[in-house]
């Protein structure tokens, strides 16, 4: 058979504001039965959602159907038409769609060059696509070889030396909008890795009191006892609010948390920064008098200062990363080299089989030793012949060479006779 496809449609910060991008994203059972869903439509699937992208990586027979499938099954589960996806979207196929995985692996695709967060997200979307049976031996080992370049980015260069996360980002937006944090009263939503550094980077400001609001109440005891916090259940968020300087929305949700209701009787300042996609917060809460909300998206002027700093750094993970992708495309055509040299054999041995049987009806009169001299004659040829033609596909650096050699022995690039 010809060798699968891979293909990433996905679409980022670069290519669609945040309210796009939280249409697309995956949170919750969402991406459980998003799997499920890609799964029936094509050879292997994986998602990776994240408050900076939706990225969906599929295998299939041909590009063009992998990215038609993969546009259907965007647009069945999440109701939005062919043509929103043409605009927010980007495509890779085949070596293009590997150097762009360990691109985001590398942190280099990210709005925060090198964020570490990027490595445990995709580690998490492998886990999950493993177990719903979607993702196979090809984006098994994309994902996998993925993870290793994203770790020899960060220890065979100095870009790791570059500290900023997202939640870096957001505390310095913070710290820009108000100026000093000294002796703000703060409120994280959520309990996860992104609430957790926020909190702590917080608590180097000399922030005063830190509410931590979390749906697990033990996950945001865990936090509040980490950053000297205290927690307030979601039943208590709109009183939290209002004690408030500044909100920080750090949870995968599949509708806000806050929203307009929650803080329309502000009577002072309240800075709202929203970290989630899909929303934490609602954005209709910029509104209020007195109340500024900043997304996602604000981030990236912090970012794209930090990125310029480390312009040497960065070419020096676009040479690993296509090392990487030349390994990778060998592992490639390592397996079609392989399916195309069973393919060989079986017809090999089909053929030879047929005529020993034929053969040796013909030779019945020979003894039961002599008949095996004979297929160990006809063994001992077939292996013969066989050796140069195998030789020479293990070390076929193309497609259209395998399935040349393929047509020698009568096979179609099908595999089949």
């Known amino acids: 058979m010809p060798a699968p496809q891979i293909v990433v449609v996905g679409s980022n910060h670069e290519y669609a504001p945040v309210d796009v991008r939280e249409k697309l994203a995956f949170t919750g059972d969402a991406l459980a039965e998003g799997l499920d869903a890609l799964r029936d439509r094509v050879q292997e699937g994986l998602i990776l959602s994240t408050c900076n992208r939706t990225e969906i990586y599929a295998v299939a027979d041909t590009a063009e159907m992998a990215r038609r499938e ?56 492998l886990d999950m696509a493993r177990k719903a049976g979607a993702a196979g031996p090809i984006l098994q080992r994309l994902a996998t070889d993925a993870l290793k370049t994203g770790k020899r980015a960060r220890t065979d260069t100095n870009i790791s030396r570059n500290r900023v996360s997202i939640a870096h980002a957001a505390v310095d937006l913070a710290r820009h909008e108000l100026g000093d944090l000294a002796g703000c009263s703060v409120v994280i939503l959520g309990a996860g890795k992104m609430a957790t550094l926020t909190a702590k980077l917080l608590r180097t400001h000399d922030i005063g009191e830190l509410v931590v609001v979390n749906r697990s109440l033990e996950r945001a005891q865990e936090l509040a006892r980490a950053t000297d916090g205290y927690v307030v259940p979601v039943s208590g968020l709109r009183q939290a609010l209002a004690r408030a300087d500044v909100v920080f929305g750090a949870v995968m949700v599949e509708r806000p948390m806050v929203g307009i209701d929650d803080i329309d009787d502000r009577t002072s300042p309240l800075l709202l920064i929203d970290l989630g996609v899909p929303r934490t917060i609602d954005s209709e809460c910029g509104a209020v008098d007195g109340v500024s909300i900043k997304d996602v998206d604000a981030l990236e002027p912090l970012a794209d200062q930090t990125r310029r700093q480390y312009a040497a750094e960065v070419a020096k993970v676009e040479a690993l990363i296509e090392s990487a992708t030349t390994a990778f495309d060998a592992w490639i055509q390592g397996r079609a080299a392989a399916s195309a040299i069973a393919a060989i054999r079986h017809r090999a041995d089909e053929m030879r089989d047929a005529e020993l049987e034929r053969s040796l009806r013909r030779l019945a009169h020979l003894s039961e030793r002599d008949q095996n001299v004979v297929r160990a004659l006809a063994h001992g040829l077939t292996n013969k012949m066989l050796h140069d033609p195998v030789i020479a596909l293990r070390h076929s650096v193309s497609e259209d060479e395998v399935n040349g050699i393929k047509r020698v022995f009568g096979l179609d690039p099908d595999g089949t006779a």
Do not use: C, K, N, W
């Open 70 to 125: 993969v546009f259907a099954f965007l647009d069945g589960y999440h109701h939005v038409p062919a043509h929103v996806l043409e605009r927010a979207s980007y495509v890779h196929t085949a070596a293009d769609a590997v150097t762009h995985i360990f691109r985001v692996a590398s942190g280099l695709d990210s709005m925060v060059l090198g964020e570490p967060q990027i490595l445990s997200q995709i580690r998490d979307a």
